[in-house]
């Protein structure tokens, strides 16, 4: 499975991104697809996961409604909708996948099998 993220950029406080992971080789059925940020020199945080085959989603509690994460089969790709977007969101946007169970999201970093190379977020103030 080899992921593709896009869609991050520069922009001021208040804004939104809306930041795209597309699969290439296989499809996302069966899978968990996350969506992570890390800022540098800290741990790589879970923000949003959803499980492809049945649309499940959870969020990282500091999400707090300003992200929702989605999906369309036919392109294969999974979504993340960056609102209100704060200078503390400023950091690397990965997605990621790994085989779930009927329903399951995976929510541990660590339990992720295949990455996306980032997308920078920077928002200003």
């Known amino acids: 499975v080899q992921l593709q993220a896009s869609g991050g950029g520069l922009v001021q406080a208040g804004a939104s991104l809306r930041l795209s992971c597309a699969s290439s080789g296989r499809a996302f059925s069966t899978y968990s697809v996350g969506w992570f940020r890390q800022v540098h020199g800290k741990e790589r945080e879970f923000i949003a996961g959803?499980?492809?085959?049945?649309?499940?989603?959870a969020y990282g509690e500091f999400v707090k409604g300003r992200f929702t994460i989605s999906k369309d089969n036919a392109a294969n790709t999974v979504y993340l909708q960056l609102n209100t977007l704060k200078p503390e969101d400023t950091a690397v946007y990965y997605c990621?996948?790994?085989?779930?169970?009927?329903?399951?999201?995976?929510?541990?970093?660590?339990?992720?099998?295949?990455w996306g190379q980032g997308t920078q977020v920077t928002v200003s103030s």
């Open positions: 959803i499980n492809w085959d049945y649309g499940t989603t």
């Open positions: 990621a996948t790994v085989e779930a169970r009927a329903r399951e999201i995976v929510v541990a970093t660590i339990m992720y099998k295949y």
